[in-house]
């Protein structure tokens, strides 16, 4: 029998009369409440007519007309639309973005009650301190002249860098860019944000592979996939309204699905290929897969041959783990992986998928490499229906890594050497000595003087160790002794224990935030604590940017609530409040004193972000993608006709050059079937041109109609001069580029945008043409190899695969060596890992204060196989403790599931509240505590850095679980 696919677009519910639904059955209080619309805001304007129904009067209802306000929901990558529903200045109701290409007319349970986010009950209302052990309301001009003077006080006495500044994936790209902005006039590296925990491994491993640290293609160009490949993501519940673009390649082109995963997720019942593995064993598994490409000779050699380097290499580590040596390390049959090899190879192209189960490992860059090897094996990439598709977590977690909010590098990933600093002068028309005089000096080994504003800041991975370490360890001149967790849930984090150490040893923690979080109540402290209530994104407006990279505005919905403010007013007082507001926004306007202009912003970071094209994407183009959503197709994201003709939607990075150029925006990453002019892409041209004698370069391949039909380096003015192609400047362009550094100005520090436009022109790429490279030589393992986790229960594979020597990197002595060396796994013999619940998301604590959600979900709980429950006496649903090898422990609850093999043992991580069996909720500010806590997964999850970015180990760690 033939029958009709759905369209893959959500249909518009039918609203059904209450009425109609009693005649069929009985109705509850509850149901009736709900159908009827008369719970919470109903049922009070009744109450205050009298009851009585009144007839409308026309005046009247002008007045109070519902207006439509478009937004983007605030907590996965995905980039739904919100359209909010505003009456006399007030969120009544909410409805998903029909015409979105993102969510196509559907929401997650998190999307759909973003409304409560912002009005919601239990959030700050106004400035607090803890003094005395109680918690007292302040005014905001006290709570800036305090914190403030006790900011300059450290200063003084200890340098800028103990002060800490952490940013958040939840302020737009605006107040991101600001926050990047003014930890430097504040003189520090000592800045960073969530992205550090969740995909800073995929951004090293990534870039270094072929470019650029991004997805590279989107959740869309899935539709064309005919296979994909899921590791370590749980999209089902992390973002799952991104299912439905999976799915509808599943259905459209039969496409399998494997999905990967120690654990038997959401996802994984979709699966047409469930692989079970051990975690913390992604590299193993990956070369188990290629190890059956290879040897039947599946791989795209010409693809190989012409746009990448040093695959040879890959081959020699490959050779090694045969299906039984795998076997033996992941667990996983070698049967198995030739089954899924042949889908892989049978089903071109296909895309790979990873979340944060393959980010958050000591060794998560060897994953993210392994991954891309993968895909580049199969010449699966720059194509659609291929790629990498990497899903972020928070809803601007990819923008607030992009505008630089880390602690190695300035917006734009332009790194922190003297010319990335000069790049950015040059756009702040900032005086060079003066920035450079507000940072810390260090004696270097050579006994020169060396400015830490060239030297990488401690990561929020390890800031309570710039709190605890001893100085003479660290490179940091003295400890961190005032914190600032702007954004940020510190649950979120491991070694909890320590964590709450950290804060009790700090002269001030300041938390800036819509909610208290955790950072109010884990510690003991009485007093030197502030609680300043920033308001949600639904009360300010600005850019956001999605997973794909495409940018979305979002329009202010209704004005701050209670005493709160926008993150970007906040921001100014402080600089007020330091002297230096006048040189910090000299370029930007403002709307008083504290406020500047977020448009205003947004042109700011538009004229300095040339290297990943950020430059293109005005608030105008913005703000039109979001007015004519309904013109862009679904699958290719491209304009159909409409003010936008032409444009994908989003205008996603790299959108070169300036808003004349109107570029339309990159899609697909790496694509040469599209001229450069229309979206098209080669790899980048990053780490030189030449390498052992061997070439970096393309190979006789580029973009379409590309004038240099060959390989070719980033263009710089000497190159246009070589060419010939320097004719092509305009005068202000030579001038522009003349100031800079004459013929050796790049594409990437020309802010006349000369250069890139002349390459353009010509259909050339402006950061080049080159292969990727397999092999990194600049990492610690060049060759992405297995190394078994620090806290592994395979004693008999640590000599055979041992994790690195103790090192010292981001200014602090990291332990590798020697905590594997002890044997942990006989008083520990579970292995813990953790994850996501569709429910909630980060930290919890917007969500767990969220009535309709925190009603889904009331207990926090630890997965155990049945067959280790009932070795351990353990009943389903009784409480247990669950403790790490350093002690930290937690009490939840019980559940006996398959879900989790024998020996593994997972815990959701949204959590907090309660600490090692203590109920923490009368420490919160009264009416500001959540209605679910629990305890923190991190309080029992241990110490474990990855070797280059200093990710947290958070998948792979032992435990015991015992009887409460």
Not at 384 to 406: K, M, P, S, W, Y
Request: hydrophobic letters at 35%; one cysteine or more.
């Amino acid at each position: 029998m033939l029958r009709k696919k759905t369209n893959g677009v959500a249909r518009r519910p039918q609203r059904t009369s209450i009425l109609s639904v009693a005649a069929e059955k009985a109705v509850d209080r509850r149901t009736f409440l709900r159908g009827s619309g008369l719970a919470i805001g109903g049922l009070a304007a009744i109450g205050a007519t009298g009851g009585t129904v009144t007839q409308a009067q026309a005046q009247d209802a002008a007045n109070t007309a519902v207006q439509t306000i478009k937004s983007v929901c605030t907590h996965c990558s995905v980039g739904c639309t919100v359209v909010a529903e505003v009456q006399s200045g007030v969120w009544i109701g909410q409805e998903p973005g029909w015409d979105s290409p993102f969510n196509l007319g559907a929401h997650c349970a998190k999307g759909a009650s973003v409304r409560e986010h912002a009005h919601g009950e239990r959030r700050l209302k106004y400035p607090m301190k803890k003094e005395g052990g109680e918690w007292k309301r302040i005014s905001w001009e006290q709570a800036i002249d305090e914190i403030g003077d006790g900011m300059n006080q450290i200063r003084e006495e200890s340098g800028p860098d103990s002060v800490y500044w952490l940013g958040s994936a939840k302020h737009n790209n605006e107040q991101a860019y600001l926050f990047r902005k003014f930890a430097a006039y504040w003189g520090t590296n000592n800045v960073d944000h969530q992205a550090r925990i969740c995909h800073s491994t995929t951004v090293a491993g990534v870039a270094n592979t072929w470019g650029y640290g991004a997805m590279t293609n989107s959740y869309n160009d899935i539709h064309n996939s005919k296979a994909i490949f899921i590791i370590g993501g749980n999209p089902a519940e992390a973002h799952p309204v991104s299912l439905l673009h999976v799915l509808r390649a599943k259905e459209r082109n039969n496409a399998p699905l494997i999905v990967c995963d120690p654990r038997f997720t959401r996802t994984a019942a979709h699966a047409d290929e469930y692989v079970r593995f051990r975690p913390g064993t992604d590299v193993a598994l990956v070369w188990g897969i290629l190890w059956h490409i290879f040897e039947n000779g599946w791989e795209d050699k010409e693809f190989i041959r012409t746009r990448v380097w040093g695959m040879d290499q890959i081959r020699d580590e490959v050779r090694s783990w045969n299906p039984e040596e795998v076997e033996r390390v992941t667990g996983a049959p070698g049967e198995q992986l030739r089954r899924v090899a042949r889908q892989l190879v049978n089903n071109r192209p296909g895309t790979v998928i990873w979340c944060m189960g393959g980010t958050q490992h000591t060794n998560g860059n060897n994953n993210t490499r392994a991954y891309c090897i993968l895909q580049l094996a199969l010449g699966n990439m720059g194509t659609e229906g291929g790629g990498t598709n990497i899903f972020r977590g928070h809803d601007n977690v990819q923008g607030a890594t992009d505008l630089g909010v880390l602690s190695h590098t300035l917006p734009g990933y332009y790194g922190l050497s003297k010319g990335a600093w000069a790049h950015w002068g040059r756009v702040w028309e900032e005086d060079g000595e003066w920035l450079n005089g507000q940072f810390a000096k260090t004696t270097a080994a050579d006994g020169k003087e060396k400015s830490l504003q060239n030297l990488t800041g401690i990561p929020v991975s390890r800031w309570i160790d710039g709190v605890l370490e001893d100085p003479e360890n660290m490179d940091n001149p003295d400890k961190v002794r005032a914190m600032v967790l702007w954004g940020h849930a510190p649950n979120s984090q491991t070694r909890g224990r320590e964590m709450k150490t950290a804060m009790e040893k700090l002269d001030m923690l300041v938390v800036v935030d819509p909610y208290p979080t955790v950072s109010a109540v884990l510690h003991d402290r009485t007093d030197g604590v502030y609680l300043l209530p920033a308001c949600t994104q639904f009360e300010t407006r600005g850019s956001v940017t999605a997973s794909n990279r495409s940018l979305q505005w979002r329009d202010q919905v209704v004005a701050p609530l209670f005493e709160s403010k926008p993150d970007h007013e906040i921001m100014g007082m402080f600089a007020n409040k330091f002297g230096w507001a006048d040189r910090f926004f000299r370029n930007i306007e403002m709307e008083d004193e504290n406020t500047p202009n977020i448009e205003s912003v947004t042109r700011e970071f538009n004229k300095g972000m040339w290297t990943i094209g950020y430059t293109g994407q005005t608030p105008e183009r913005i703000k039109k993608h979001m007015a004519n959503q309904h013109t862009f197709d679904r699958t290719t994201l491209r304009a159909n006709g409409g003010p936008a003709d032409g444009d994908y939607y989003g205008l996603p990075w790299p959108c070169w050059g300036d808003e004349e150029l109107n570029h339309p925006g990159t899609p697909n990453l790496y694509d040469m079937s599209k001229r450069v002019s229309e979206g098209g892409l080669t790899f980048r041209a990053r780490f030189g041109v030449e390498r052992d004698g061997q070439n970096l370069l393309a190979e006789g391949v580029a973009s379409l109609d590309s004038e240099i039909q060959d390989g070719y380096p980033e263009f710089t003015m000497q190159m246009l001069m070589d060419l010939g192609w320097d004719g092509d400047l305009t005068d202000e362009e030579r001038a522009s580029i003349e100031a800079v550094a004459g013929p050796k100005t790049n594409w990437k520090t020309d802010l006349s945008g000369g250069i890139q436009r002349v390459a353009i022109k010509h259909e050339c790429a402006p950061f080049g043409n080159a292969k990727a490279r397999a092999v990194v030589w600049t990492f610690p393992d060049p060759v992405p190899l297995h190394r078994e986790p620090l806290y592994t229960p395979r004693r008999d594979l640590v000599e055979d695969y041992p994790t690195y020597e103790d090192r010292k990197f981001y200014r602090l002595p990291t332990m590798y060596a020697s905590i594997q060396k002890n044997d942990f796994s006989k008083d520990y013999p579970i292995i813990l890992t953790s994850g996501r619940l569709v429910e909630y998301e980060g930290g919890g604590e917007e969500t767990r204060s969220n009535p309709w959600l925190a009603e889904l979900q009331q207990d926090m709980f630890v997965e155990i196989n049945p067959r280790d429950a009932n070795d351990l006496g353990i009943r389903d649903r009784s409480q247990v403790w669950v403790e790490g090898p350093e002690g930290g422990k937690v009490k939840v609850m019980a559940m006996l599931t398959n879900r989790v093999g024998a020996g593994v043992a997972f815990m959701p991580f949204h959590f907090g509240g309660h600490f090692e069996g203590k109920d923490l909720r009368d420490k919160y500010p009264a009416g500001a505590d959540p209605y679910v806590l629990g305890e923190s997964t991190n309080t029992a999850q241990t110490y474990g850095y990855d070797s280059v970015t200093q990710m947290q180990e958070t998948k792979t760690t032992l435990c015991k679980i015992w009887a409460a």
